[in-house]
């Protein structure tokens, strides 16, 4: 009897476990129904999964770092598939380099719009942002355009380059002779006096596309410099500047390197450009990644013999190239593809110096380029007053132009800035070009002060520049997160390391920290020169000019 009591007992508890594992299955099955409910009405994980997101790159960008998981003997990228993880998503917070009280004088009334939103978008609507430039007379534009010229392979007079059988597929048609411009012959003429192109082109986005797709039917070295560099030609006669990846993300450039014979580098021309917007210097021609099958369009396609002599295939069975310059053009330092898809940045030309002449400057804080010499400015600190007195820095924003560029650098960390141009038609009273950037960020863990000399020995910066570097150290439009957001939008993202972001932000400090000091030695008028107030009057001016014509 006592045996059948604990039988039925056993077989009732294994029932009332069956019953509760039963309940609990169904309890699950009813939270998984009603979960996809409540997701879809916070609309949280649709902007997070976005392909537009600075960090989730689709399914072009994502075959792209797959096509690119090269060697590190070949200089290509080795571990950029995995960057990708290690970065942080743009909202998320780190230390702030400066407080948002120091820039609450300037524009306390703006509040900022970033929170849950783009830092970059919120930027660029800052009133800083939006300084209108005087306004463009025909004197100040590059070009002269005639309105009612189209442009057609006829009057091109081009026929080299294509044939018009796939100049039909690739020239835009249009209500307007406007319209028939290819988009970088846009891009020249509207090139003027004060920018290289204005603020939030569309154009300028078109270009950046353009560069990293079109079809590449021409590929030949360029003439002169130091390391390899190629011009690549496109079916509606742009040209874009080619500058092979020769370092991987996560190197540094060894302590032991002299300056002048760095490697350079395709992102630090990415990133240059990123940088130079994100200032609004608007200073760099576009320039866009782009992944190149080096057999199909630059072997097979140059009509470069000095070129073509140097491809080989390498032992691990990769097509490998290493050309014709004055640094690391040897088998040694060859470039090689996996098995032929290489890395590069494509820079958009400026209009050919034969239609728009360019002058090149010597810079007065050139360094002496020799591994023990030393230039005047580093062992004169009163360099700054001879310089003052020397044309053209004695009278315009030459000086001031000249130290922006000197921001920019340092926040880069090149040091190889030995000349910059103008365009000639402008005279002194014009923009500088920030050319040929390929040498900064290299170093991420060291800031070479001596790069804001300029800074330093004048103490005299734009008050327009110096508000902007205020924003950017503030936590609503911190320069690493803007400039995080800016370079995710290129095809071969992530294009820079967190270490050189985080440089970023430290290096910022330091300029603000160099003007701090110079406002304790100098008065504030001195040091921040309106360049505001006077672009208040240039305008005001122009109108007059404009109604006297008239």
């Excluded at 230039?375 to 360099?383: D, K, S, T, V």
């Amino acid at each position: 009897m006592l045996r059948q009591l604990q039988t039925l007992f056993q077989r009732k508890f294994k029932i009332l476990l069956f019953l509760l594992f039963l309940l609990a299955l169904l309890m699950h099955m009813a939270l998984d129904l009603a979960l996809p409910t409540i997701h879809s009405s916070c609309g949280c994980a649709q902007k997070s999964a976005s392909p537009s997101g600075p960090f989730l790159p689709g399914p072009r960008k994502m075959s792209l770092r797959i096509l690119q998981d090269f060697s590190g003997s070949n200089g290509s990228l080795e571990k950029g598939s995995h960057l990708l993880e290690a970065r942080p998503v743009v909202g998320t917070r780190s230390k702030t380099v400066h407080g948002d009280q120091d820039f609450k004088p300037q524009w306390g009334g703006v509040k900022p719009v970033w929170a849950g939103g783009s830092k970059l978008a919120a930027l660029f609507k800052h009133p800083l942002y939006r300084i209108p430039i005087p306004e463009v007379l025909e004197k100040d534009k590059l070009f002269t355009v005639n309105p009612k010229e189209k442009f057609t392979l006829r009057d091109s007079g081009s026929d080299e380059w294509v044939s018009s059988s796939k100049a039909e597929m690739v020239l835009p048609t249009g209500k307007t002779p406007y319209d028939t411009y290819p988009t970088w012959l846009k891009f020249h003429i509207s090139i003027n006096r004060y920018e290289l192109y204005p603020h939030q082109d569309p154009i300028t986005h078109t270009l950046l596309e353009e560069l990293a797709t079109q079809k590449i039917i021409g590929s030949v070295q360029k003439p002169g410099g130091t390391q390899l560099k190629l011009i690549m030609t496109f079916p509606n006669y742009g040209q874009a500047l080619f500058k092979p990846m020769k370092q991987t993300r996560d190197q540094e450039t060894p302590a032991d390197f002299f300056y002048f014979s760095d490697f350079e580098r395709h992102n630090a021309e990415i990133s240059a450009f990123h940088l130079d917007r994100i200032l609004d210097f608007r200073r760099i021609p576009p320039v866009s990644g782009r992944l190149v099958n080096i057999s199909n369009e630059v072997r097979d396609i140059t009509t470069d013999k000095k070129l073509a002599k140097t491809f080989f295939i390498s032992p691990a069975g990769n097509v490998c190239f290493y050309g014709e310059c004055s640094y690391y053009c040897s088998t040694e330092h060859a470039l090689c593809g996996k098995p032929d898809q290489l890395e590069g940045s494509m820079a958009a030309l400026l209009p050919d110096k034969s239609l728009a002449k360019r002058h090149s400057w010597r810079s007065p804080w050139r360094r002496s380029y020799h591994k023990s010499k030393k230039a005047e400015w580093e062992l004169n600190q009163n360099y700054c007053t001879q310089v003052r007195e020397t044309p053209p820095y004695d009278r315009g924003s030459r000086l001031l132009d000249l130290i922006d560029m000197t921001v920019l650098d340092f926040l880069m960390g090149n040091m190889d800035r030995h000349h910059y141009e103008t365009f000639e038609k402008f005279g002194n009273d014009t923009f500088l070009l920030h050319l040929d950037n390929g040498r900064g960020f290299g170093r991420h863990s060291h800031d070479e002060m001596s790069i804001l000399a300029p800074l330093q020995q004048c103490c005299s910066i734009k008050k327009s520049t110096y508000l902007r570097l205020q924003l950017l150290a503030t936590e609503a439009y911190r320069l690493s997160d803007v400039m995080r957001e800016s370079l995710a939008s290129d095809r071969l993202s992530p294009i820079l390391s967190e270490p050189h972001l985080e440089a970023l932000d430290r290096r910022l400090q330091k300029v603000l920290d160099t003007v701090r000091e110079c406002m304790v030695k100098e008065s504030h008028k001195e040091v921040l020169v309106d360049d505001m107030g006077n672009r208040k009057h240039r305008i005001q001016r122009h109108k007059e000019e404009r109604r006297a014509q008239v």
